[in-house]
């Protein structure tokens, strides 16, 4: 590695400007790489927790509105039939978000 670096003139490894990447440097790096990775995982998981979440509370929605009305919550259950049209828009748009990211991402 260190080779290739010193030809090439610069590497992001290179924190003192020295145009040579020694071993703490080379460590410092690959931690740093390795916490970008960690990190781009950890968003994933979470951006898929989070659409899922979505999509079961796009499923269950109807089944609140039914289960307020069974309850005798007409109320409860015109207001979240006035709700659902909003709603089912939103998750949508974090689904197809989710969704849109990930095809941008692989084509990348």
Known sequence: MGEDIEKAGYHPADTNGDGKVDDEEKAMYMEFKRKELEDADAMRDAQRN????????????PFAVVGANV????????????MAATYF???AAIVAAFFGGQAYSQKK
């Open 50 to 61: 989070m659409t899922w979440f979505a999509l079961f509370g796009l499923l269950l929605y």
């Open 71 to 82: 309850a005798g919550l007409d109320k409860a259950a015109d207001i979240l039939g006035d």
């Open 89 to 91: 828009v939103s998750v």
